[in-house]
């Protein structure tokens, strides 16, 4: 190859090596291999040159033409590959970044306690039950053997409403409105946990808290099974260790009626802060239901009998989780209620 032709492959190689993108390229390619660049120019040349040189001079040429092309070629292919190294860099996913999950929410303490008694008492038998909140004095208090002078409403102070309604000051209704139903057959065990209402107000007192109430009413239903159920459910929320403890007591729908005590899970009997030195925490009331209350919602007395026993869902709450004011409960406070999980 003659060096002029030399000179024009070398010529294209440098320029192509110093674009940068593929348009430019593509012009360049145009002004070495298009009819007027100068390749074209050596062609046209081809009818002076003499006869017997023409096959070596064209042969020149179109290997001269090759390796242009050649050139263009590799120089489009290292900028396409530029290109999409770029493209590659630039839209990269960091598959090591967390994810956006759905945020979900936690259950309530309260909520937890209600699930957590009415898993344990529907294992034992017994059926979930409900009521209104907003409840009439006959079914608050008559049908449960507090007549209108009894000193134990007393103990309720309670919110009337007009009409002689009142917001029920405990879930004892629900058990009044079952024994009642006469859809309802004998014998038959209940729980009804809800809302209940008291004009009460501290730390340990709220004027709205939550409660369950549970009736078992069978021919032989006993203080003993009672007193099993109870210490049953105290091994079920604070373990195996848990003890229970009964004390004779006073209300006016079950006799006799008992207070329940459970064994301090933080000291195990050997006295803190939480038990007050005792050892013991007061948690429940019960008894066996007073045939007077049989009588007053159309249940014969002599045929059965039955337990009662009434739980404070907040103080249940305060007792296993740690809480300190039942305030926290209705506070919609976050941080306090992120901590109690989903399940
Ligand atoms: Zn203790």
Redo the contacts with the bound molecule.
């Keep these: 190859m003659d060096n002029e032709l030399k000179q024009v492959v070398e010529q294209a190689q440098a320029e192509a090596a110093g674009v940068s993108d593929i348009p430019t390229l593509q012009a360049l390619r145009a002004k070495y291999l298009g009819k007027k660049g100068p390749l074209a120019a050596f062609f046209a040349r081809m009818k002076d040159v003499p006869a017997d040189q023409r096959r070596a001079f064209g042969q020149s040429v179109n290997e001269a033409r090759s390796q242009v092309e050649a050139i263009f070629q590799s120089a489009h292919e290292a900028l396409e590959a530029k290109a999409l190294a770029a493209k590659l860099e630039r839209e990269r996913v960091d598959i090591t970044l967390p994810g956006h999950g759905p945020v979900t929410g936690t259950v309530h303490p309260y909520t937890k306690v209600v699930n957590l008694l009415t898993d344990f008492f529907v294992g034992q038998g017994y059926v979930v039950k409900d009521g209104p909140e907003v409840e009439s004095d006959y079914f608050n208090f008559e049908c449960l053997n507090i007549p209108a002078d009894h000193p134990a409403r007393d103990m309720q102070d309670s919110f009337f409403l007009e009409g002689g309604n009142l917001l029920r000051s405990h879930t004892s209704p629900v058990q009044a409105r079952t024994m009642q139903d006469h859809t309802i057959e004998l014998p038959f065990k209940i729980i009804c946990p809800g809302k209940v209402y008291r004009r009460d107000n501290d730390a340990t007192h709220s004027h709205q808290f939550g409660q369950i109430e549970g009736l078992c009413i069978g021919e032989d239903a006993s203080l003993a099974n009672l007193e099993r159920t109870l210490t049953d459910m105290f091994k079920y929320l604070f373990g195996d260790k848990a003890e229970a403890r009964f004390r004779p007591s006073f209300f006016p729908f079950t006799e006799p009626s008992i207070e329940c005590d459970v064994s301090?899970f933080?000291?195990?009997?050997?006295?803190?802060?939480?038990?007050k030195?005792?050892?013991w925490?007061e948690v429940l009331g019960a008894g066996m239901v007073n045939p007077d209350v049989f009588r007053l919602n159309g249940i014969d007395a002599e045929k059965y009998q039955g337990f009662a026993f009434g739980i404070g869902i907040d103080r249940m709450a305060m007792l296993l989780y740690g809480i300190d004011d039942i305030h926290r409960f209705y506070q919609d406070d976050l941080p306090f209620l992120k901590q109690f999980g989903k399940r």
């Design positions: 301090c933080e000291c195990h009997g050997k006295g803190c802060g939480l038990c030195g005792s050892g925490i």
